[in-house]
Each structure stands twice: as structure tokens, then as C-alpha cells.
């Protein structure tokens, strides 16, 4: 391979610029024309091309966020867009695309693997929650982010005797949640994974209030319930004043963590590696420590682990 692209699509994560990063560095050390994409598959189908040179990556190794810009371009489910994009490439001589996303971009990254592009996906997102990966880039970062929210929170709940509810990112995706809560102490997680009983929370919080507990720290994932509305309801059948949190995008920002930048590079790295190889329609992951790949159709059809022990520690520990 003679020429590649790197975009990243879908919402960004911290460590998605190492990611770009080592992409670039690994092809300008083969030798490989490297351009960057900017704005996920919108720039693709504009023809948004940077080529870059061993200075176009300096300093973004630690910087959040992606020099790439992303947006959402939902228009690229559209095989003749698809076809357009193509062109784009075709025009500058890019025979390859490395895709730094989420679920949503593999789905595009394939379908242009199947019109001969070969494209390998980097998994690139706050939540999570792609199957057959530990850990997806800008998750450790997002973790430590909630972890100091969470502590700061802690320090006034505790001197007013209240209940907190932090609710947090991930989609339906729990890791954010449950990891920040057995990081930070919490008594009680919530997340789609495990189910919501309402009654279960309140008569908890309800025994932890009878007991000595001064203050209560309960982790929720978005889009499971109104938390406002919550508090609202816990304070009313617990006695115990209750206010509610929603850390929004604070989350997704700020430096990588020294974890999100060791696994951006290797992934990147690995990524190259494989279209050099000649190969496509592949998803790179982090199992156990070692960097490996997977079709992404197998990855379509896998389901995530939801990691029960984590949530049996919180229970544990309580
Ligand atoms: P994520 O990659 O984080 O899951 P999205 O689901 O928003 O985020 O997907 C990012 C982009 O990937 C979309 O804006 C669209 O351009 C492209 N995309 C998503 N699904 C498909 C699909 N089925 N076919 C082609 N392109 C897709």
C-alpha cells in the first residue's frame, strides 16, 4: 500500500490524536504517503485531505480531544455517497483508510472494505462499549475524569449529610459507572446493564439512613431515568436530602491518560501494520493486554461481557 487516510468519526474521545498520531508516524516510517481526513466521513465525501509530513503530528500526543475534527454524517449510509467518497480518495491516490470511532464508523469502515478500500477500525470512544476489546481509547481518561468529580462531590456530601447522584456517560454501556463507582466508594450503582428496580435504591438508601451512613454516593448511566426527578422521589421516601449531578461533557474532554496514549499508539501502530498486510473489514483490540484484531463482522455480532464482578464488589463493599 502506497497511500493511506485516518479520520476520526463518531464522538471523540481523549487519545484519539495519539491514535492519529501513530498512524501517521508508522506509515512515514515505512515509507507511506499518510493523509489525515478531517471531519470523520463528511470530509471523506468533501475531500477534507491533509497530507502529512513527520512535523503535521508534533505535539498532539497529549492534547484531547481530535486535530481531526468529527461529525456525524449519516448521509454515508447511502451507497452512492459512498461511491463519491471512493472518488475522493481515487483522486489523491488513497488506497486505504484507518478509522478511529465507534461502532457506528466500523459500520461505514466495512462497507467500504467491500468496495475494495481496505479499511481497519481503532476503537475510539469514552463509553466502552464495543465488544471484543478491555478497553476502548479515551475510557481510562473519562474513568479518572468521573473519579475526581466524584471525589470533590464526596467532600460536600459528606458535610451535609446528603445524598448524590452523579449521572454519567456510556450509553448503555455500564463501565464508566460501575468502575467509578467501586473507584470512589459508591453505595449504590445504576446502569441499563444491570436493570433499574426503583423501589430496590430507595429501600437501600432507606437502611443505609437507619444505620450510621452520614451520606450516600449513587453512580447512574445516562438515559436510564430523570435523576432530578429521582433525588426528588429518594428524598421524599428516604429522608435523606438528596441532589442530583450530570457531569454532560466534561467527560469527554482533557488531557489522555498515560493509559489511553499507550494503548492509542500501539493500536495505531498495529492498524498499519495490517493494511500493509493487504488486509480489511478489521476491528484492532486490546484482550488481555495483547493488541489483536477482528473481523468486524464477528465484532457486529458479538455481544459485550457485562463484568458482573465489578458489580457484586460495589455490593460488597457497601
Ligand atoms: P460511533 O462511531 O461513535 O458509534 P455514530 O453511530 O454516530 O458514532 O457513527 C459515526 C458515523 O459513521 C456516522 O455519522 C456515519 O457517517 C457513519 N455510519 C454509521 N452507521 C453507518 C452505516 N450503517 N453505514 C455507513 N456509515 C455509517
Not at 495519539?18 to 471523506?44: E, H, P, S
Amino acid at each position: 500500500v502506497k497511500s493511506i487516510g485516518v479520520l476520526t468519526s463518531g464522538g471523540d474521545a481523549p487519545g484519539m490524536n495519539a491514535a492519529v498520531r501513530a498512524v501517521a508516524r508508522t506509515c512515514l516510517n515505512k515509507g507511506i504517503d499518510v493523509y489525515g481526513v478531517m471531519l470523520g466521513y463528511k470530509g471523506l465525501h468533501e475531500g477534507q485531505f491533509y497530507k502529512f509530513n513527520r512535523h503535521s503530528t508534533r505535539n498532539i500526543i497529549n492534547i484531547g480531544g481530535t486535530i481531526l475534527k468529527s461529525a456525524r454524517f449519516p448521509e454515508f449510509k447511502n451507497p452512492q455517497i459512498r461511491l463519491e467518497a471512493i472518488e475522493q480518495m481515487k483522486a489523491v491516490g488513497m488506497e486505504a483508510l484507518v478509522v478511529i470511532g465507534g461502532d457506528g464508523s466500523y459500520h461505514g469502515a466495512l462497507e467500504l472494505t467491500k468496495l475494495g478500500v481496505n479499511c481497519i477500525g481503532i476503537p475510539g470512544t469514552i463509553d466502552n462499549d464495543i465488544p471484543l476489546t478491555d478497553h476502548t481509547i479515551g475510557f481510562d481518561t473519562a474513568l479518572n475524569t468521573i473519579v475526581e468529580a466524584l471525589d470533590r462531590l464526596r467532600d460536600t456530601s459528606g458535610s451535609h449529610q446528603r445524598c448524590t447522584i452523579l449521572e454519567v456517560m456510556g450509553r448503555t454501556c455500564g463501565d464508566l459507572a460501575v468502575n467509578a463507582g467501586l473507584a470512589c466508594g459508591a453505595e449504590i450503582v445504576i446502569t441499563s446493564e444491570t436493570g433499574f428496580d426503583e423501589e430496590k435504591v430507595i429501600e437501600r438508601l432507606r437502611q443505609s439512613k437507619a444505620g450510621d451512613k452520614k451520606h450516600a454516593i449513587v453512580v447512574i448511566t445516562e438515559h436510564v431515568t430523570d435523576v432530578n426527578e429521582l433525588a426528588k422521589r429518594i428524598e421524599a421516601a428516604t429522608g435523606f436530602e438528596t441532589r442530583a449531578n450530570v457531569l454532560g461533557h466534561l467527560q469527554r474532554g482533557g488531557r489522555p491518560s498515560a493509559n489511553d496514549r499507550v494503548l492509542a499508539s500501539r493500536m495505531g501502530v498495529r492498524a498499519v501494520e495490517l493494511l500493509e498486510q493487504g488486509k480489511g473489514g478489521l476491528a484492532i483490540c486490546e484482550q488481555g493486554g495483547v493488541i489483536t484484531e477482528v473481523p468486524m463482522l464477528t465484532l457486529f455480532d458479538s455481544k459485550r461481557d457485562v463484568p458482573e464482578e465489578l458489580y457484586e464488589d460495589v455490593l460488597k463493599l457497601r
